[in-house]
């Protein structure tokens, strides 16, 4: 069926170093994508959103890039820090269904001191 | 100002005994929805529900899972019999408008182990 795509890759990074985590999502009716940071037994995180009529949105330290084109999200964390080790995941939302949220199964990312 | 709260944190049950997890969402939210994580997996949705009403279900399983989010009190996902493959982290999140992702706040979550 359809779905955001990840299979829960790892990503390891050096402290300092730039990390991008990337997305695909299958349905071009898609018209809102939200990434969220959750760390060992917490709750989702909000960490920065994008709608489809923009491909780039910036946020402390964080920025995601949105190519409709070929239905790709990314999100690229500047000088990334210990404490921004964390499973990522993106998820979509469809027009039909304001409310509800399609995730991907997420990405890890490990900081390396 | 507190989040979404979910009791309890970690709940262990016997197979074929009944589960109940409660959220309370944040204050002045009046929309909650239900999602579960299985292990290294994303989030699936379960269940939308307003005060007194289910608006949207199509995630939950027809047997056995039920939930509610009476005028007074928590929202609760209450599930009967519970098998191994219920096995899972639930979580909670509210919204203040009707309906809109954007405004989603996540509890910490119940992550229910059956034994």
Redesign the interface.
């Known amino acids: 069926g359809e779905s955001?795509g990840?299979h829960?890759p790892t990503l390891s990074v050096q402290e300092g170093d730039n990390s991008i985590i990337n997305c695909a999502y299958s349905n071009s009716a898609s018209d809102?994508f939200?990434w969220y940071k959750q760390e060992s037994?917490?709750?989702?995180?909000?960490i920065i959103?994008i709608r489809s009529n923009m491909d780039k949105r910036q946020g402390q330290r964080v920025t995601v890039l949105l190519n409709k084109t070929v239905k790709h999200l990314s999100l690229q964390i500047a000088a990334t820090q210990p404490g921004d080790s964390a499973v990522y995941?993106c998820?979509e939302?469809r027009g039909d269904?304001?409310?509800?949220?399609?995730?991907?199964?997420?990405t890890r990312l490990l900081v390396r001191p | 100002n507190a989040g979404v709260m979910q009791n309890p944190r970690h709940l262990v049950r016997r197979r074929g005994q009944e589960a109940r997890l409660r959220c309370s969402p944040m204050k002045g939210h009046s929309h909650v929805y239900w999602y579960r994580q299985l292990p290294e997996e994303g989030l699936k949705f379960m269940v939308y529900l307003q005060k007194e009403n289910i608006i949207d279900e199509s995630g939950m399983p027809k047997e056995r899972f039920s939930a509610e989010f009476p005028k007074e009190g928590p929202s609760i996902l209450r599930i009967q019999q519970v098998v191994r493959g219920d096995s899972a982290a639930y979580f909670c999140a509210s919204s203040p408008d009707v309906g809109q992702a954007y405004g989603y706040t996540f509890g910490s979550g119940t992550r229910l182990t059956v034994v």
């Open positions: 955001v990840l829960l809102y939200i037994g917490k709750g989702p995180q909000f959103d995941f998820a939302n269904s304001s409310y509800k949220l399609i995730f991907g199964s997420g």
